[in-house]
């Protein structure tokens, strides 16, 4: 089992480590790339959509003709359809600065 210790040197895109093995002698070096931002939003907005999916699937087999969503559900869905829309707005128009509204 090998452990990682962090090499702080100031760059805010790249996390740096120095690698040990078990018996605590270093054998190297590793990075990983630090998300930017936008790339975060990005991928938040896509899972919420894919949850999204799911909930709206759930809504519409409720429901049939013999059974309708009483107003309370039809407001709280319509709530999360305008949510679902700006997270998609967002990601067409790649307005990635934030998630809010979504």
Do not use: H, K
């Not at 040197?9 to 480590?17: K, L, M, N, S």
């Amino acid at each position: 089992m090998t452990t990682r210790e962090p090499i702080l040197d100031g760059d805010t895109r790249v996390r740096r480590f120095r690698v040990f093995n078990d018996a605590g002698e270093r054998i190297g070096t590793d990075e990983e790339t630090i998300p930017m931002p936008e790339q975060v939003n990005a991928a938040t907005l896509r899972s919420r959509l894919l949850q999204a999916l799911a909930v709206n699937a759930a809504y519409q087999a409720a429901f049939t003709a013999t059974n309708t969503p009483t107003a309370a559900q039809t407001t709280a869905q319509t709530r999360r359809n305008a949510q679902q829309n700006s997270a998609l707005i967002r990601l067409m128009l790649e307005q990635l600065d934030t998630t809010d509204g979504t």
